[in-house]
Structures are given as C-alpha cells and as structure tokens.
C-alpha cells in the first residue's frame, strides 16, 4: 500500500517542532528525497512478509519507505525527542500502529530484537557504521540480509577484497560473517544538511552456517587486529606477539596454517586467518 513519505519541508518543518537541529556527533543528515529511501529498500528486497531492524530511523523518511512494502520494522533511535516522535509520524502517514515498534536506545547498547527480524536496513553515521554493523551481525544471528547506507569510504572498505589498498580488519571482520557488495551511489543533495563526503550503499548476505564459535571469533579478530596494527610489516613480525612471542614462533604457526610468513595482513583472507586462530 502506498505510503506518502516525507518531503524535505516536512523533515524541516518536523526537525524545527522538536527543536533538532543535525549535528555532527550523532552523524545525523536526514534523507530528504523520497526516490532514495525507496531505492534502498528496492535493494535490500523487504517484501510484506519481512521484519525489518532499522538503526538510527531519525525523522522517518526510510522508516515509512521500508512500511511501505507492508513489511514490519524495529527502529532503533538514540535521540529521545525522535524515539518519541516517530509512531506519531507513521500514524500521521496512516502506518498500523502493530507495525512500528521503537526502541529508545543506543544501537551499541542494544542486546534484544522483538520478533526476531532478518533484514537490516539503515542510514548509518560515519562515525559508529562499522562497530554497529558488527555488534548487531555478532548480536543477532537471525539477521540474513541487509543494505546499509554509509560513507563511500567506509562502504568500500566494508566490501573490499583481500589485496586491495582499502583491505582492512573492518574488511576481514565483515567478511566472517557473510558476502558484502557496493549496491550504489547516493548522491550528496538528498541528505539534510548537505554533507561533505560521498555515500554509497552496501549489501551483504550473511553465510548459511557459522564460521565458527564465539571463541573461535574472537581468537580470529584478535589476529586480525595484530596483524592490521602493523600492517606494514611481515606476518611473522606482526604476529610475533600474539603467536607465541617471536617471529619464529609466528612464522612456525603460520606455516603449520598454510600461510607464508611473509606476507602481509591485507594478503589474507578470512579463511586463511580463521585457520591460524583455529591451531
């Protein structure tokens, strides 16, 4: 069923009744063109029958975009006044009250979905995407699917293949648990206010099994994050402390792994450092 969506007088004219104004620490540039929101929710594939988590809904625009479809949505909002605001803003679109659960709390802090939801869809700040992004995929293992909205730069990185100059341990860690892709450009003049950085949208399907247990997990982000710190140096080096305390205790780990000691971090993929955290 058709929802009428906000327009960017009705996100000013919202923004000025609870007196927020954008600011840089929440990261929040409010989506003023109806045709993006859609966009997103065309290629996050949100169908009726779905339930859907949306981080950071702010005013509302990709909220009533994803209720649009007939899809059910758990927003999770860390400003109060728009936590507050936002069943009133879907009521006022006509949106069944049952379909729009709201949770007044910090993304980062939050350990419980109601209804379990399996697609994530958000407008993600600059400043917090990739640790949130992380904490609710280690968090909430029923999340299949979602399209996130970042910065190019931190979008690119998310969904960058070993060896590339943007490979990173966001990349590695990403990858654990499931494929991600670049789905599209967003142009700067559909936000308010107008940032000064490029966005782009990143999909990602997450793997029909775990790669591993919990411990596993974290044994592997640990490796990662050494290996990252010093990405400069050789496996062997920037392993040395996490690997027994020196290189030839590392390179001896790497080689029973199947990895040359000499190569670097961004050389490797996930699977190649699942293998060394699992010996």
């Given at each position: 069923?058709?929802?009428?969506?906000?327009?960017?007088a009705e996100i000013r004219?919202?923004?000025?009744?609870?007196?927020?104004?954008?600011?840089?620490?929440?990261?929040?540039?409010?989506?003023?063109?109806?045709?993006?929101?859609?966009?997103?929710?065309?290629?996050?594939?949100?169908?009726?029958?779905?339930?859907?988590?949306?981080?950071?809904?702010?005013?509302?625009?990709?909220?009533?975009?994803?209720?649009?479809?007939?899809?059910?949505?758990?927003?999770?909002?860390?400003?109060?006044?728009?936590?507050?605001r936002l069943p009133e803003?879907?009521?006022?679109?006509?949106?069944?009250?049952?379909?729009?659960?709201?949770?007044?709390?910090?993304?980062?802090?939050?350990?419980?979905?109601?209804?379990?939801?399996?697609?994530?869809?958000?407008?993600?700040?600059?400043?917090?995407?990739?640790?949130?992004?992380?904490?609710?995929?280690?968090?909430?293992?029923?999340?299949?699917?979602?399209?996130?909205?970042?910065?190019?730069?931190?979008?690119?990185?998310?969904?960058?293949?070993?060896?590339?100059?943007?490979?990173?341990?966001?990349s590695v860690k990403a990858?654990?648990?499931?494929?991600?892709?670049?789905?599209?450009?967003?142009?700067?003049?559909?936000?308010?206010?107008?940032?000064?950085?490029?966005?782009?949208?990143?999909?990602?399907?997450?793997?029909?099994?775990?790669?591993?247990?919990?411990?596993?997990?974290?044994?592997?982000?640990?490796?990662?994050?050494?290996?990252?710190?010093?990405?400069?140096?050789?496996?062997?080096?920037?392993?040395?402390?996490?690997?027994?305390?020196?290189?030839?205790?590392?390179?001896?780990?790497?080689?029973?792994?199947?990895?040359?000691?000499?190569?670097?971090?961004?050389?490797?993929?996930?699977?190649?450092?699942?293998?060394?955290?699992?010996?």
């Open positions: 069923m058709p929802v009428s969506l906000l327009g960017a004219r919202l923004a000025a009744e609870l007196d927020v104004t954008p600011t840089k620490k929440l990261g929040q540039n409010f989506v003023v063109d109806a045709n993006t929101v859609r966009k997103i929710v065309q290629v996050a594939g949100v169908s009726a029958s779905d339930r859907v988590v949306e981080i950071g809904p702010g005013l509302g625009s990709l909220t009533l975009a994803i209720l649009e479809t007939g899809a059910s949505v758990v927003a999770v909002e860390i400003d109060h006044r728009l936590a507050e803003t879907a009521a006022a679109h006509e949106v069944p009250a049952d379909r729009l659960t709201v949770i007044d709390d910090d993304a980062l802090r939050v350990d419980t979905l109601p209804g379990e939801p399996t697609v994530l869809v958000a407008n993600l700040p600059y400043n917090v995407s990739v640790p949130v992004l992380l904490h609710f995929l280690e968090t909430f293992p029923y999340l299949r699917s979602g399209v996130v909205m970042v910065q190019a730069e931190v979008g690119e990185r998310l969904a960058a293949p070993p060896g590339s100059k943007v490979y990173g341990a966001p990858a654990w648990y499931g494929s991600w892709r670049l789905a599209g450009t967003v142009s700067r003049q559909v936000f308010w206010p107008v940032p000064n950085v490029d966005s782009v949208l990143v999909a990602f399907d997450r793997d029909a099994e775990p790669r591993g247990t919990e411990e596993h997990r974290r044994r592997t982000f640990q490796i990662v994050d050494a290996a990252f710190q010093q990405r400069r140096k050789m496996l062997r080096q920037a392993l040395s402390g996490v690997l027994g305390g020196t290189a030839a205790d590392a390179s001896a780990r790497l080689e029973q792994a199947g990895v040359d000691p000499t190569l670097r971090g961004e050389q490797l993929t996930v699977d190649d450092y699942a293998r060394i955290a699992a010996l």
